[in-house]
C-alpha cells in the first residue's frame, strides 16, 4: 500500500540549477497538489491538477511549473532554482470534488538551494 | 476569502493532562473541516474530519466538533501521551475543492 509517493527524498541544488520533483500515487485519485512548508507559515499550495491533462495555479506558482501527463503521476519542476525556494514540498492527492474526502500526503522532499 | 486560524505554539504539556488546541475558520458555503498530524519527518497524516455543522470527528482519543455559530473546530484531547507529540494542523476545504491550512502547532509532552 505505498499511497503517495514522492522522490526524490532530498536534494542540494545550486542556485540557477534546475530539477524535477516526482509524486505518483497508486490510488486512483483525481486530484493532486503540490505544496511547500515553510516554519511559521504552514503549508503553501503551489499548482494542482483536477484530472489528467489538467493544471492550475495555488497561492504561490511563481518559479514553478507543473505537468500532469498521466493520472498517477504529477511533476513539479523548479525552471531555475532560487535559495528563496529552499523548503519541504509536499505532494498530495485526493479522491473528488465533494469536499468531504481528505487529502493524502506523500513524506516530503527536503530541498536546499544553496 | 477561506482561511483558518489555529492557536500558535509551540504548547508542552504533561503526560495525561488534557489538550485544547483552537482551530477557528473563515469560509463561503459549508466546508469539511479537517485535523491532521505532521510526525517528524513525515507528511501530514489524517487525523479527524467533520463535514457538517455538529458533527463530531473523533480518532485516537482526539476530538472536535464543527461548531458552525461560531466558526470553530478546537481540537481535545482529555489525556496526552507522550506518543501524541507532533505537529496538528486545522485544515478546511474550501471552493475549488481547494484546501486551506492553519500554520500547525507543535505540541510536545514530557513524561
Known amino acids: 500500500n505505498a499511497g503517495v509517493t514522492q522522490t526524490p527524498k532530498f536534494r542540494v541544488l545550486k542556485t540557477g540549477q534546475s530539477m524535477t520533483l516526482l509524486c505518483a500515487q497508486d490510488m486512483n485519485h483525481e486530484y493532486m497538489y503540490w505544496y511547500r512548508q515553510d516554519p511559521g507559515m504552514g503549508l503553501r499550495l503551489i499548482h494542482y491538477s483536477v484530472g489528467e491533462g489538467t493544471t492550475a495555479k495555488g497561492e504561490v506558482p511563481d518559479g514553478y511549473n507543473v505537468s500532469r501527463l498521466k493520472k498517477q503521476n504529477f511533476l513539479l519542476g523548479l525552471e531555475s532554482a532560487a535559495p528563496s525556494q529552499t523548503s519541504v514540498y509536499f505532494c498530495?492527492?485526493?479522491?473528488?470534488?465533494?469536499?468531504?474526502?481528505?487529502?493524502?500526503f506523500g513524506d516530503g522532499t527536503r530541498l536546499s538551494i544553496l | 476569502g477561506d482561511s483558518v486560524t489555529q492557536m500558535e505554539g509551540p504548547v508542552t504539556l504533561s503526560e495525561e493532562a488534557f489538550l485544547t488546541i483552537n482551530c477557528t475558520y473563515t469560509a463561503t458555503g459549508y466546508p469539511s473541516l479537517f485535523w491532521y498530524v505532521q510526525y517528524p519527518g513525515e507528511g501530514l497524516q489524517l487525523l479527524l474530519k467533520?463535514?457538517?455543522?455538529?458533527d463530531k470527528g473523533s480518532n485516537k482519543g482526539f476530538e472536535a466538533t464543527y461548531r458552525k455559530e461560531t466558526t470553530s473546530f478546537h481540537l481535545e484531547k482529555g489525556s496526552v501521551q507522550v506518543s501524541d507529540s507532533a505537529v496538528y494542523f486545522c485544515?478546511?476545504?474550501?471552493?475549488?475543492?481547494?484546501?486551506?491550512f492553519g500554520t500547525g502547532t507543535s505540541l510536545t509532552v514530557i513524561p
Open positions: 485544515a478546511l476545504n474550501g471552493r475549488a475543492n481547494q484546501f486551506y
Open positions: 467533520a463535514t457538517k455543522a455538529d
Open positions: 498530495a492527492s485526493s479522491f473528488d470534488r465533494a469536499g468531504n474526502q481528505p487529502q493524502h
